[in-house]
């Protein structure tokens, strides 16, 4: 025979619905205590059918309450889908990438009405980027991993507009790919505008031809080059006999007549590299030939005279050469010059004039960089860097210097022929590890500047993954990616970025805004904070360009929650501009030249009128 309580589980059981057999159990096991034996009978009772209401009453306002945390829950999230939809260019895609959705901004930007792109594949918007690129991101995004970059994209009238992007696999319950959604924001105009300074940057604003910068960049890219420095001789006399308007005419002047004089303007090009001294480039071009044009334009512009104020000026031209390899043709060339000038029939450089001092001056610096080594004179000087909203300096940027006797070199001497003689490695880990010993008690932000080449390097990346493991200060660490090369090797960049990360460090870029393919790093990097280009913050108060950049760069920055710092902060004229813009840091020689200790430095800064 059943006990009471086999009866009253059973009877439970056979009587309440799934969704609320537990609560009822309760309920009766709570009624058995109370009643007793009598409970039985009073559960075969009307009470029974009021015993179910009540339960069901009780999960109804449990579910309404539910349901109303949902819709309020789903109802903001409405609100952020629409913000996200008006600011984004919104896609989706099927496996193969065929388009199974677009919004609005997508068909506003790209000028394609929904019912043309719905089934088409997203190659339909692509520019003109290498197969590569989207070998690259498809093998990404199958893996169930996001793809971030910056495409440039095509519209329906075949004009481009370029886009900072991500693609995410969506997943479903079983973690297989269902879809694929892309989010773009566009960056169509801080593309140009960089472009824009690009070419700005490499054009003289004086004579409208290749400035120094060009002539750098062009000698690299060259296949067997030459080159022909010209000067005009005595060209101080005129700037200080007619004045310094009309020395800038007669360098309009000669520019513009060097370029019409060449014969061959395909492959002749003309750059102004500073004050009076231009420079011509050949490429693949036969020696003889090379001089007697040369030759041929100078002579050509000295006997037509140039008319100033009524007088009739002859210039004159000086004029050497180099046909030495493109690594050493500017080098070289320089060299020639200074050495024509004391030996005026040698215009031509001969590697037995001057390789042999060149030699010597490498070995000088080796030789210095070892001493400085072996004597502890590598050392780590301060700049600091001033928040411009707290108007404190919270952070400082570690810059090697070597101490020479009462002497403070600056790197700019010796870090180069470092990486020739194989010493560059030793002066990295040397800076590193003196800029944590000093910040080791201290509670500022440091940053340490790194290469692309450092990062690649066993040596110095797993010494400093041991530093922070030792010393537990990596929330107080910036690395500051300095872009000398391309990432070539991007899987190992980044496992050391989520590798540091993981200790609390902080990436930065320098230089920003001097190429796109920043926008790149930034997509890939996820870095913390970009320091604009000094080449922008220095003639920021005279050049418009320069200022719309800036903002530009700014408004990106802000979007993308980055912070902005900059550099070559030299007078309160520029700094008031660069707040006025909204960065978020400065760092020049108007805060502070670099110094051996901070100690103090703090106190002394906020004395001064800043704000």
Known sequence: MLNPNEILLKLVISKCESNIKKNYYIICILLYKILGEDY???????????????????FFILKLKEFKKLKKENHILKQYNEATKDSNIISTADLKGNITYVNDKFCEVSLYTYEEVLGKPHSIVRGEEDDEIFQQLWETIKNKKVWYGVLKNRKKNGEFYWVNINIRPILD???????????RH???????????????????????????????????????????????????????????????NVLKIVARKIEELLIDKENYKVYR?????????????????????????????????????????????????SFESKENLLETANIIKRY???????????????LEKDYEKNIFWTLKIKKALDEDKIVPYFQPIYNLKTNKI????????????????????FLDISKKSKQYLQLTKTMIQKTFDYFRDKDFEFSINLTFEDIKSEYISSFIIELLKEYKIGHRVVFEIVESEEIDNFRKINEFFVTIREYGCKIAIDDFGSGYSNFEYLAKLNVDYIKIDGSLIKDILI??????????LVNFAKGQKVKTIAEFVSNKDILN????????????????????SIDGLNDIISLREFS
């Open 340 to 354: 024509s000038q004391a030996n005026k029939n040698i215009i031509i450089y001969d590697k037995a004039l001057e």
């Open 273 to 321: 590299d500073h004050s009076d001294t231009f420079c011509i480039v050949a490429q693949n071009e036969d020696r003889d030939k090379f001089i007697k044009n040369i030759d041929e334009i100078s002579k050509t512009i000295g006997k037509v005279p140039i008319v100033i104020k009524s007088r009739e000026l002859y210039v004159q031209l000086s004029y050497v050469f």
């Open 543 to 552: 050049n418009k360009s320069s200022q719309n950049i800036v903002s530009m």
């Open 40 to 58: 039985l009978s009073f559960i075969n009772t009307e009470y029974l059918l009021l015993l179910l209401i009540l339960l069901f009453l009780i």
């Open 173 to 183: 319950e079983k973690n297989e790919i269902i879809e694929y959604i892309a989010i």
């Open 394 to 413: 919270e952070k400082y940027e570690a810059l090697i210097r070597l101490i020479d006797g009462n002497n403070v070199i600056s790197p700019y001497y």
């Open 186 to 248: 566009e960056i169509t105009d801080l593309v140009l505008k960089t472009e824009e300074l690009k070419r700005n940057l490499r054009l003289d604003s004086l004579t409208n031809i290749g400035n120094r910068y060009k002539l750098i960049e062009d000698v690299s890219k060259s296949v067997n080059p030459c080159i022909s420095i010209l000067d005009i001789v005595s060209f101080s006399d005129v700037n200080d006999f007619f004045g310094y308007k009309t020395g800038d």
């Open 577 to 596: 501009k660069v707040r006025e813009l909204g960065i978020d840091y400065v760092q020049g020689y108007y805060i502070k030249e670099p110094i051996a």
